[in-house]
């Protein structure tokens, strides 16, 4: 069964750094390309970022480049976001998903999701 | 970045009803369009993925159709465990993947 749990979540003020993470078992996951998409509160779902298989090609939403680094330990089966300059619309539920490649792209695989508040 | 936007944003409906979700993208996306549902506290779930195919252990009342820009997700008969909020999102080339603003089926 594929699982996949976040942690790293908390509060943390305007400015600030967090560091989250995404522990993968019940598949092979060196082999999955990966993403982290975001909720605010009461809101719709928001596309994070992406990084490939071998963490040789990564992409980030525009509201979070430049702030947001995404990286992966695949002996580990670990997926990260480091997050600096916090902001308080950073504010959300971040959601680890696996992406699945055939005819198309889609999330096949989400997890519990880890809430994160910027907030002073 | 493509923009993707649904209809309704709500819409009530009563058990056994035929509900109907339209999604448009602002450019062609061929069929690179998924829908998830979400329920209230609890990360969100495939249902569909390029427009029409089903994700496996969803229920056959579940179907999508389109391709371009319009698309549509359809339930055939509303069940209690459907009422939710349900989003497309485009896979179109590289990202950003982009969702729409959800549509929440209630009673």
């Known amino acids: 069964e594929v699982q996949l749990v976040e942690s790293g979540g908390g509060l943390v003020q305007p400015g600030g750094s967090l560091r989250l993470s995404c522990d993968a078992s019940?598949?092979?996951?060196?082999?999955?390309?990966m993403n982290w998409v975001r909720q605010a509160p009461g809101k719709g779902l928001e596309w994070v970022s992406y990084?490939?298989?071998?963490?040789?090609?990564?992409y980030y939403g525009d509201s979070v480049r430049g702030r947001f680094t995404i990286s992966r330990d695949n002996a580990k089966n670990s997926l990260y976001l480091q997050m600096d300059s916090l902001r308080a619309e950073d504010t959300a539920v971040y959601y680890c998903?696996?992406?699945?490649?055939?005819?198309?792209?889609?999330?096949?695989?989400w997890g519990q999701g880890t809430l994160v508040t910027v907030s002073s | 970045d493509i923009q993707m936007t649904q209809s309704p944003s709500s819409l009530s409906a009563s058990v056994g009803d035929r509900v109907t979700i339209t999604c448009r993208a602002s450019?062609?996306?061929?069929?690179?369009l998924n829908w998830y549902q979400q329920k209230p506290g609890t990360a969100p779930k495939l249902l569909i993925y390029?427009?029409?195919s089903l994700q496996s252990g969803v229920p056959s009342r579940f179907s999508g159709s389109g391709s371009g820009t319009d698309f549509t997700l359809t339930i055939s008969s509303l069940q209690p465990e459907d009422f939710a909020t349900y989003y497309c999102?485009?896979?179109?080339?590289?990202?950003?993947?982009?969702f729409g603003q959800g549509t929440k089926v209630e009673i």
């Open positions: 998903a696996r992406l699945y490649v055939d005819a198309g792209y889609y999330f096949d695989s």
């Open positions: 019940g598949f092979t996951f060196s082999s999955y390309e």
């Open positions: 390029t427009a029409s």
């Open positions: 990084i490939s298989a071998s963490a040789s090609s990564v």
């Open positions: 999102q485009q896979s179109y080339n590289t990202p950003p993947w982009t």
């Open positions: 450019q062609r996306i061929d069929r690179y």
